[in-house]
Nanobody, 120 residues
Framework: QVQLVESGGGLVQPGGSLRLSCAAT????????MGWYRQAPGKQRELVAT???????NYGDSVKGRFTISRDGAKNTVYLQMNSLHPEDTAVYYC??????????????WGQGTQVTVSS
Protein backbone atom coordinates (compact mmCIF):
# COMPACT_ATOMS: atom_id res chain seq x y z
CA GLN A 1 0.00 0.00 0.00
CA VAL A 2 2.31 2.66 -1.28
CA GLN A 3 0.93 6.15 -1.24
CA LEU A 4 2.42 9.33 -2.54
CA VAL A 5 1.32 12.29 -0.48
CA GLU A 6 1.57 15.49 -2.46
CA SER A 7 1.29 19.02 -1.22
CA GLY A 8 2.08 22.55 -2.24
CA GLY A 9 -0.12 23.12 -5.25
CA GLY A 10 -2.37 26.09 -5.59
CA LEU A 11 -3.00 29.35 -7.33
CA VAL A 12 -0.13 31.72 -7.93
CA GLN A 13 0.45 34.89 -9.92
CA PRO A 14 2.70 34.84 -12.97
CA GLY A 15 6.27 35.24 -11.84
CA GLY A 16 5.49 33.71 -8.49
CA SER A 17 6.79 30.59 -6.85
CA LEU A 18 5.49 27.36 -5.45
CA ARG A 19 7.14 24.43 -3.78
CA LEU A 20 5.69 20.99 -4.25
CA SER A 21 6.41 18.11 -1.94
CA CYS A 22 5.77 14.42 -2.36
CA ALA A 23 6.38 11.83 0.30
CA ALA A 24 6.27 8.14 -0.48
CA THR A 25 4.83 6.09 2.34
CA UNK A 26 4.22 2.41 2.72
CA UNK A 27 6.13 -0.61 1.60
CA UNK A 28 8.46 0.74 -1.01
CA UNK A 29 12.10 -0.18 -1.16
CA UNK A 30 15.21 0.77 -3.04
CA UNK A 31 13.81 3.84 -4.70
CA UNK A 32 15.55 4.36 -8.03
CA UNK A 33 14.21 7.73 -8.95
CA MET A 34 11.62 10.31 -8.06
CA GLY A 35 10.12 12.95 -10.20
CA TRP A 36 7.35 15.18 -11.34
CA TYR A 37 5.25 15.10 -14.46
CA ARG A 38 2.43 17.36 -15.47
CA GLN A 39 -0.57 17.33 -17.69
CA ALA A 40 -2.56 20.28 -18.90
CA PRO A 41 -6.05 19.98 -20.37
CA GLY A 42 -5.90 18.68 -23.91
CA LYS A 43 -2.21 17.93 -23.71
CA GLN A 44 -0.08 14.89 -23.18
CA ARG A 45 1.64 14.23 -19.93
CA GLU A 46 5.12 15.68 -19.98
CA LEU A 47 8.26 15.39 -17.97
CA VAL A 48 8.94 18.16 -15.52
CA ALA A 49 11.93 16.85 -13.61
CA THR A 50 13.38 13.67 -12.23
CA UNK A 51 16.11 12.87 -9.76
CA UNK A 52 17.81 9.54 -9.26
CA UNK A 53 18.78 7.98 -5.98
CA UNK A 54 22.29 9.25 -6.56
CA UNK A 55 21.21 12.80 -7.24
CA UNK A 56 21.31 12.93 -11.02
CA UNK A 57 18.68 15.33 -12.29
CA ASN A 58 16.84 15.71 -15.54
CA TYR A 59 14.54 18.55 -16.53
CA GLY A 60 12.07 19.18 -19.22
CA ASP A 61 13.22 21.88 -21.60
CA SER A 62 10.40 24.21 -20.71
CA VAL A 63 11.32 24.36 -17.02
CA LYS A 64 15.10 24.43 -17.14
CA GLY A 65 16.49 27.32 -15.18
CA ARG A 66 13.22 27.91 -13.37
CA PHE A 67 12.46 24.69 -11.53
CA THR A 68 14.68 22.76 -9.17
CA ILE A 69 14.10 19.21 -8.06
CA SER A 70 15.58 17.84 -4.87
CA ARG A 71 15.11 14.89 -2.62
CA ASP A 72 15.48 13.62 0.89
CA GLY A 73 16.30 9.97 0.59
CA ALA A 74 15.89 9.26 4.27
CA LYS A 75 12.33 10.55 4.13
CA ASN A 76 11.48 9.19 0.67
CA THR A 77 10.47 12.69 -0.25
CA VAL A 78 10.92 14.67 -3.43
CA TYR A 79 10.51 18.40 -3.81
CA LEU A 80 9.97 20.68 -6.73
CA GLN A 81 10.81 24.33 -6.30
CA MET A 82 9.06 26.27 -9.04
CA ASN A 83 10.12 29.84 -9.66
CA SER A 84 9.24 32.38 -12.30
CA LEU A 85 6.02 30.59 -13.02
CA HIS A 86 4.26 31.16 -16.32
CA PRO A 87 0.61 30.64 -17.19
CA GLU A 88 1.86 27.83 -19.40
CA ASP A 89 2.95 26.00 -16.27
CA THR A 90 -0.68 25.55 -15.31
CA ALA A 91 -1.33 21.84 -15.08
CA VAL A 92 -1.96 18.97 -12.78
CA TYR A 93 1.38 17.92 -11.38
CA TYR A 94 1.89 14.26 -10.64
CA CYS A 95 4.54 12.84 -8.41
CA UNK A 96 6.20 9.66 -9.59
CA UNK A 97 8.41 7.30 -7.65
CA UNK A 98 10.21 4.30 -9.04
CA UNK A 99 11.19 1.60 -6.64
CA UNK A 100 10.49 -1.88 -5.45
CA UNK A 101 7.18 -2.90 -4.00
CA UNK A 102 6.53 -5.70 -1.53
CA UNK A 103 7.27 -8.29 -4.20
CA UNK A 104 10.58 -6.55 -4.95
CA UNK A 105 9.47 -6.13 -8.54
CA UNK A 106 10.25 -2.71 -9.95
CA UNK A 107 7.20 -0.54 -9.85
CA UNK A 108 6.30 3.02 -10.64
CA UNK A 109 3.92 4.74 -8.29
CA TRP A 110 1.93 7.83 -9.05
CA GLY A 111 0.43 10.45 -6.86
CA GLN A 112 -3.12 11.64 -7.29
CA GLY A 113 -1.93 14.92 -8.68
CA THR A 114 -1.96 18.44 -7.39
CA GLN A 115 -3.31 21.39 -9.33
CA VAL A 116 -1.00 24.26 -10.09
CA THR A 117 -2.67 27.29 -11.59
CA VAL A 118 -0.68 30.31 -12.70
CA SER A 119 -2.98 33.19 -13.46
CA SER A 120 -3.37 36.88 -12.85
Amino acid sequence: QVQLVESGGGLVQPGGSLRLSCAATGRIFNIYAMGWYRQAPGKQRELVATITSTGITNYGDSVKGRFTISRDGAKNTVYLQMNSLHPEDTAVYYCNVGGQGPTLIPQNYWGQGTQVTVSS
